[in-house]
């Protein structure tokens, strides 16, 4: 088994510079505009409407398995329909668009092989995005995008429409969405280690406390980089035993402690740590606010608090958390937020901002500490 420090060490070594990523981003952007400007507005607007099809085609490709069964070579249609069990006919459409896409590749013969990209849709394999695809291309996930101007119009959740109910209400009640949902969760926590370890020294800490940490996959990647450090992850009671296995699994339990509890009435005590990654973006203002005075009153003297979020930059620069702005209005009513907002919540809270680290990722570092 490859060790949580071995992963530790190995995400160090890809990071690239942040000022390095941030020239590529500015060309990639002036590239982008560049393309839409040189075709008519109505083509780049058609363009621009029909994503969607992307989406699908993402999606059916990881809903079937495509990318396994390519894993060893090129295969043509058929070939493939038979090893997936589709119609052979539909399976080459499906394959024709995946390679318009990027995600296949075409030989002149006719046999489909995988892109870069595509080969991140396997399965079990370092890198891969399968999980966040099945979560973004689920029924259940695209139906309340499809009533965003509900939320638009009200400033409420689409999903409060149908089902009608809070998103953590949905995931308890239908545990096969929210299998796929916290399978993408800890998906994407391992896509932003490698930049938050980049960008944070967590060895200072001899008990760090994750709050609201899932499955406790990022509290498994902060131990693995403060080996001399003990670990605490609070978080529901549905969650606990997941967790639990998970930490097993990463042979660290024996350095963890786990705390059912809602982190709206409760906190760990015994902490010089606490993280919270992408809990506070869920929330509006009152409910945020709510959360981290409950945390700042349970933190002892000299800890620290650390939220891993994104940061919307100023103007019209592009960013992802633009996007997932909508994303949380849709499904929680939150919200991304500025610096300036972070720091005007956290001062509400009893916290005095002491610095926001840009990471390579969309995820920054928001540290503060007890104000009074």
Same mark, same amino acid.
Not at 115 to 130: D, E, F, H, V
Not at 188 to 212: E, Q
Not at 254 to 276: H, K, N, Q, W
């Given at each position: 088994?490859v060790?949580?420090?071995d992963?530790?060490?190995?995400a160090?070594t890809?990071?690239?510079p942040?000022?390095v990523v941030?020239?590529a981003? @500015?060309?990639?952007? /002036?590239?982008? $505009? %560049? ?6 507005? &109505? +083509? !780049?607007?058609?363009?621009? =409407?029909?994503?969607f ?13 495509? @990318?396994d069964?390519? /894993?060893d070579? $090129? %295969? ?6 038979? &090893? +997936? !069990?589709s119609?052979?006919d =539909? ?12 995600i296949f ?10 892109s ?5 849709l ?8 399968l999980?966040?695809?099945l979560?973004?291309g ?17 400033g409420?959740?689409?999903?409060e ?34 930049a938050?370890a ?9 008990t ?7 499955h406790?996959?990022l ?21 606990v ?6 930490l ?6 024996d350095?963890?402690?786990i ?7 409760t ?15 869920d929330?509006d ?7 981290l005075s ?8 000299g800890?620290?608090?650390l ?6 930059p ?5 960013h992802?958390a ?8 849709i ?5 991304e ?20 680290v840009?990471?390579v ?12």
């Amino acid at each position: 088994m490859v060790s949580i420090t071995d992963d530790y060490r190995c995400a160090m070594t890809r990071v690239p510079p942040v000022t390095v990523v941030r020239a590529a981003t @500015a060309v990639r952007t /002036a590239l982008q $505009s %560049l393309t839409r400007r040189m075709v008519p507005p &109505e +083509v !780049g607007l058609l363009e621009l =409407a029909s994503g969607f099809m992307a989406t699908h085609v993402v999606y059916a490709a990881a809903k079937l398995g495509i @990318a396994d069964v390519l /894993a060893d070579g $090129s %295969l043509s249609a058929d070939e493939i329909a038979a &090893e +997936v !069990g589709s119609d052979p006919d =539909a399976t080459h459409r499906l394959l024709r668009a995946g390679a318009m896409f990027g995600i296949f590749t075409e030989r002149s013969d006719g046999h489909y092989g995988l892109s870069a990209l595509g080969r991140r849709l396997r399965s079990g394999t370092p890198g891969s995005m399968l999980p966040v695809v099945l979560m973004l291309g689920d029924p259940q996930y695209q139906g309340p995008w499809g009533r965003l101007t509900h939320s638009i119009e009200t400033g409420r959740p689409a999903v409060e429409v149908a089902p009608g109910k809070q998103l953590w209400d949905y995931l308890d009640e239908f545990p096969a969405f929210a299998a796929t949902f916290n399978d993408a969760m800890t998906c994407l926590t391992d896509l932003d280690w490698p930049a938050v370890a980049a960008a944070y020294d967590f060895t200072p800490y001899s008990t760090i406390a994750d709050i609201g940490g899932g499955h406790g996959q990022l509290l498994a990647l902060m131990l693995g980089a403060a080996p001399k450090s003990k670990g605490v992850l609070q978080e529901r009671e549905s969650l606990v035993g997941a967790a639990e296995a998970h930490l097993r699994e990463a042979a660290i339990l024996d350095r963890c402690r786990i705390d059912s509890g809602s982190f709206f009435e409760t906190a760990p005590s015994d902490a010089d740590l606490y993280v919270m990654r992408r809990v506070i973006h869920d929330y509006d203002d009152d409910q945020a606010i709510a959360i981290l005075s409950n945390v700042r009153r349970h933190m002892p003297r000299g800890s620290t608090l650390l939220l891993l979020d994104s940061v919307v930059p100023p103007g019209s620069a592009p960013h992802f958390a633009k996007a997932i702005d909508l994303d949380m209005l849709i499904f929680v009513g939150g919200r991304e937020r500025t610096e300036r907002q972070f720091g005007s919540l956290l001062d509400r809270a009893g916290f005095r901002l002491t610095r926001v680290v840009a990471t390579v990722s969309t995820i920054s570092l928001i540290e503060a500490v007890p104000g009074r």
